[in-house]
T-cell receptor, first 114, second 112 residues
Framework: DGGITQSPKYLFRKEGQNVTLSCEQNLNHDAMYWYRQDPGQGLRLIYYSQIVNDFQKGDIAEGYSVSREKKESFPLTVTSAQKNPTAFYLC?????????????FGPGTRLTVL | RKEVEQDPGPFNVPEGATVAFNCTYSNSASQSFFWYRQDCRKEPKLLMSVYSSGNEDGRFTAQLNRASQYISLLIRDSKLSDSATYLCVVNSRGSTLGRLYFGRGTQLTVWP
């Protein structure tokens, strides 16, 4: 089955710890995105990548880091510098073909900082 | 000014009702427009794209007014299963791989 997978579904971490969220897609999509969603809020873009080995900051990149070493994978690291990391994190991907503006989302990871 | 503005609601309607959501966008160069649906604690899923001529998919009708930079979604004969948050989404100008902008969403509850 083609799709986007995120793991883990739920993640708990202690303050001061870095944590990495996984995002994998087998849709052969070129672009991948990370969003954060807080209760009652819209999606805010953290980072996005249009091609392998390249990525751009979104609106709230501070305290986060990413890598894009493979087309299929776009992991997000939440560092201890992120002041309020508890949130729902969503990964998405998109094809580059004409008319391919539609983004497809993974099931998300709920991160809770204890 | 935010890229995409939506009325957050909530909208509470009985089954069978018709309900309309509105959305405005600030970037006149935006080329692609969508409505996504998000169920509680789930990921957003594409409901429908919005075309310049307007388009319909069953009970759902989407309209685009480029002059006013306004998008709408009409749901007819509401079902309990329509209860969700509806996100208005527009693309950025530039490359096809550019970012999308999401509204905060409009919450809909359909009651029996």
């Amino acid at each position: 089955d083609g799709g986007i997978t995120q793991s883990p579904k739920y993640l708990f971490r202690k303050e001061g710890q870095n944590v990495t969220l996984s995002c994998e897609q087998n849709l052969n999509h070129d672009a991948m995105y990370w969003y954060r969603q807080d209760p009652g809020q819209g999606l805010r873009l953290i980072y996005y990548s249009q091609i392998v080995n390249d990525f751009q900051k979104g609106d709230i990149a501070e305290g986060y880091s990413v890598s894009r070493e493979k087309k299929e994978s776009f992991p997000l690291t939440v560092t201890s510098a992120q002041k309020n990391p508890t949130a729902f994190y969503l990964c998405a991907s998109k094809t580059a073909t004409s008319g391919g503006d539609t983004q497809y989302f993974g099931p998300g990871t709920r991160l809770t900082v204890l | 000014r935010k890229e995409v503005e939506q009325d957050p609601g909530p909208f509470n309607v009985p089954e069978g009702a018709t309900v309309a959501f509105n959305c405005t966008y600030s970037n006149s160069a935006s080329q692609s427009f969508f409505w996504y649906r998000q169920d509680c604690r789930k990921e957003p899923k594409l409901l429908m794209s919005v075309y310049s001529s307007g388009n319909e998919d069953g009970r759902f009708t989407a309209q685009l007014n480029r002059a006013s930079q306004y998008i709408s979604l009409l749901i007819r004969d509401s079902k309990l299963s329509d209860s969700a948050t509806y996100l208005c989404v527009v693309n950025s100008r530039g490359s096809t791989l550019g970012r999308l902008y999401f509204g905060r969403g409009t919450q809909l509850t359909v009651w029996p």
